[in-house]
């Protein structure tokens, strides 16, 4: 694999994300122009899953330099919780299963998306951020038509992307859900991207759109000038982890994900150098360190991985939650509602100190072996994405198979004493599980399990558990 000619590889949860990339590759920029610019058009492509107003986490690794995790995820914000503040639940339908989810402008933290992107960009791209950004200004200009995924994860949410008249007028233009075909066009986002490429981070973090936001949030909310103002995107070292003869680098605290990650992955070493992992092995590292906290949702959360043809990788995964309910005025995009994320907040809602970066499952992830990226991967999912992540790498460096072979594979994922099966796990292997969890079987691959998004230095796949697509070139 080392020996065989790079190109460049692209995987995303949409096509329009993964042609951004492939663009701003062409264009003669490298994997963080890419990875930038293709995160920018999944909150146009994707924009159930990703926005401006939410957070994320970037693993960059330069061809020639040390690893840098960038943590820009949401902060608890400086407001006072008092009784005016607007924060509320609504109920969404999930098919098998309906959950409760907290939303308004009191469940908004400070967003840190629009801070971290553009850091990035400036420290390791090598494009002007006019032309990385101009893709995703075209497409929200233009429209682009929406995935049948999308739409799908759209139909889920619409309680909460149609609760404003700024979401109404997007989703369900002439009060009609989207169809097949129709164009998602973002005018309002267009113009804010277009002002963001001209004037930089001091537009959103200290101008207009921060003046726009922090009214806003006046009436009921908690964000205030002094957070946007304040906020840093922090550069972190990666932690790392040995596994089957590679390095894997992995998100550190205070992110939950790499931690438990690197658990399951030391759980499985002494395995995964003597030969193929059982599910009985699977399962037993990831009890180990579990969490038993509900988690029934599909995780709004999106996945960008690219590797060019130079080395560089980029990994890097965002999120919206599910987003507060109200479009911004004049700026075309919603808020995250994290502060009223149930898993992120497990000593209960609006405890946090301000200024707290809020912990976060997500896991960009890269693995390198003999100093170079070989495998990149992250995915949306919630409390499902360290399982996801773990058995995407145990299929690509244990179970001998290729990366397309290794995404589509059937998952578990353990929740307490469930284990969670898509279909294809063999019966064999799970009767011996069954005296020990009670086994909850799916009659399909679902977006429950995730969407691990990966690439290797000359092949990829989007995971079509969430409409993931690959570009190689």
Request: glycine share 12%; proline share 5%.
């Amino acid at each position: 694999m080392l020996n065989m000619k790079p190109k460049n590889v692209v995987a995303a949860g949409d096509k329009a994300t993964a042609q951004t990339a492939q663009e701003l590759l062409w264009l003669g920029g490298n994997a963080f122009d890419a990875a930038v610019g293709a995160v920018f058009t999944s909150m146009v492509a994707e924009p159930a899953l990703t926005s401006a107003g939410g957070g994320g986490h970037f693993m960059a690794c330069p061809e020639s330099g040390d690893p840098v995790l960038y943590d820009f995820f949401v902060e608890m914000p400086s407001g006072k919780v008092n009784s005016a503040l607007d924060f509320f639940s609504v109920d969404i339908d999930f098919g098998s299963a309906r959950q409760e989810f907290q939303i308004g402008k009191g469940s908004a933290g400070t967003p840190g998306c629009v801070a971290g992107l553009l850091h990035v960009q400036k420290s390791l791209g090598v494009l002007t951020l006019k032309d990385v950004l101009a893709p995703a200004v075209r497409a929200a200009r233009e429209g682009v038509c929406l995935s049948e995924m999308e739409r799908r994860f759209i139909g889920i949410l619409s309680p909460i992307l149609t609760y404003s008249p700024g979401g109404s007028v997007l989703f369900e233009p002439d009060g009609h859900s989207l169809q097949d075909g129709d164009l998602l066009v973002m005018s309002e986002f267009a113009d804010f991207l277009d002002t963001l490429s001209r004037e930089g981070e001091g537009f959103f973090y200290q101008g207009e759109a921060a003046r726009i936001i922090t009214d806003w949030a006046e009436d009921g909310g908690l964000l205030r000038l002094e957070d946007l103002s304040g906020y840093q995107v922090l550069e972190r070292s990666p932690i790392t982890v040995d596994f089957a003869r590679h390095t894997v680098l992995l998100n550190p605290p205070p992110a939950q994900s790499g931690v438990l990650v690197k658990t399951t992955l030391s759980q499985l070493g002494e395995l995964a150098s003597g030969g193929k992992i059982t599910l009985p092995d699977l399962v037993g590292a990831l009890e180990v360190g579990d969490q038993a906290r509900q988690d029934k949702s599909f995780g709004s959360t999106t996945h960008v991985s690219v590797l060019d043809r130079s080395g560089n990788a980029a990994s890097v995964t965002t999120t919206n939650g599910e987003g507060c309910g109200y479009f911004l005025p004049h700026l075309g995009f919603m808020l995250n509602n994290v502060l009223g994320e149930d898993d992120l907040n497990p000593q209960g809602f609006h405890r946090y100190a301000a200024g707290t970066r809020i912990p976060s499952m997500i896991a960009p992830t890269v693995v390198k072996k003999e100093g170079r990226a070989v495998l990149l991967t992250g995915s949306g999912g919630s409390k499902r994405i360290r399982s996801v992540v773990v058995q995407l790498i145990v299929n690509y460096l244990c179970q001998e198979m290729g990366i397309e072979e290794a995404t589509a594979a059937p998952r578990v994922h353990l929740d307490g004493d469930t284990l969670h099966v898509e279909p294809g796990v063999s019966e064999e292997a799970l009767a011996a599980l069954e005296s020990r969890y009670r086994i909850c079987r799916w009659n399909e691959q679902s977006v429950y399990f995730g969407g691990a998004h990966s690439v290797t230095p000359t092949q990829g796949a989007g995971d079509s558990r969430r409409g993931g697509y690959c570009l190689v070139f």
